[in-house]
């Protein structure tokens, strides 16, 4: 590569960061209704609304293959499924928005509500029973269980208002960057209908393909989803035994132990170098807790089976004079973030969890 051309590209690159640095800056100041800048078009702005879905693209045709060849779905039934899908717009304008990665102290409370902890404090007491139960079976500690219930859903009466099938389908139809993944999601959910006999024009979710009272997705659904009450089918929406042993029957999978350390308190600072890092790389940034216990000078429980810990930053409220807390996130809280990648949600159910024991 000739030296003209190097500085042409590195010129480039300093206008392409300084771009993009602009970019974020405006970003921070219109967050929670700026959008991606970037060269690349938005999704929402190659449709129109209501546009009719193409079937017989390549992509559809492909789709429609599998799904007879590989899952055993008829023309007429594909027919049927697939008659008049329309793009609905606001799901690519909602997936397309840059939502702000709020402070944790402005976070939390977004969620963590004094009426969230009565009506979870309230709902322990009423499904006791099954609490019981779900807790033998599954070795899953209630009160995670109803947080994170009440924080995918408001414990059900927020399950989302988007028509699944017809978000499934604009995101696999019109939002390349993640088509892919949403042509899988797509599959997963018109098995786990078939499967569990569920209407599959009935369902409503988010803008992100997550339903149910529990907002699996409906890969997730299917790996994990478990039916409790006995009626041979897994129905997350409706029957909450099925819902609270489904989300118990997940944090297992991901390693939950009963009743073993969520996370530590390490301090307002990290001693050493390699706790930074592992702070950045963020769930899988991993350490040994003897070695943290020795470079934060304190003590700390061990991690159950010799698992390893996560260092978790969380931002104080600046009127409480800023800084950091830092956290140990144990095997369980890795277990939350297998939930959702969020340090912040993890926190926050961990944080909500520990409010309805008081
Ligand atoms: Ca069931």
């Given amino acids: 590569m000739n030296i003209q051309l190097v500085k042409t590209l590195h010129t480039q690159h300093l206008f392409f960061i300084k771009r993009h640095l602009v970019a974020a800056l405006l970003l921070i100041m219109f967050a929670g209704t700026a959008s991606f800048a970037s060269d690349e078009p938005l999704a929402a702005d190659l449709v129109a609304d209501n546009q009719l879905i193409d079937l017989t693209s390549e992509k559809y045709q492909d789709l429609f293959r599998e799904l007879e060849d590989v899952h055993g779905f008829t023309r007429q039934q594909l027919a049927a499924l697939f008659a008049d899908l329309r793009i609905d717009r606001k799901v690519l304008q909602l997936m397309d928005q840059q939502w702000e990665a709020k ?19 309230q709902s322990l007491a009423l499904y006791q029973s099954l609490f019981d139960r779900v807790e033998k079976e599954y070795g899953v500690n209630r009160e995670v269980i109803v947080a994170i219930w009440g924080i995918e859903s408001r414990f059900g009466t927020n399950q989302g208002n988007f028509e699944l099938k017809r978000t499934l389908n604009t995101l696999f139809a019109a939002y390349p960057r993640r088509s892919d993944f949403f042509r899988k999601e797509l599959i997963n959910f018109l098995i786990l209908c078939r499967e569990n006999k569920i209407d599959p024009q009935s369902v409503r979710g988010s803008y992100a393909g997550a339903f149910g009272q529990s907002q699996f997705m409906p890969s997730s659904f299917n790996e994990y989803a478990v039916d409790f009450d006995g009626d041979n089918r897994r129905d997350l929406i409706n029957s909450l035994p099925d819902i609270f042993a489904s989300i118990a029957n997940y944090l297992s999978k991901f390693g939950w132990v009963l009743d073993a350390p969520v996370y530590a308190e390490i301090g307002g600072t990290l001693n050493a170098e390699f706790l930074t890092a592992a702070h950045k790389t963020g769930r899988k940034g991993f350490v040994d807790w003897q070695v943290l216990a020795e470079t934060q000078q304190i003590v700390l429980p061990p991690p159950p089976s010799e698992g390893q810990l996560t260092i978790v930053g969380l931002e104080l409220p600046p009127q409480a004079g800023g800084g950091m807390r830092f956290v140990a996130g144990y095997p369980n809280f890795q277990a939350i973030t297998a939930y959702n990648h969020s340090s912040k949600y993890a926190m926050a159910v961990t944080e909500m969890a520990e409010a309805f024991k008081n």
């Fill in 103 to 121: 402070p944790y102290y402005q976070y939390r409370p977004l969620f963590v509500t004094p009426t969230v902890i009565a009506v979870g404090k």
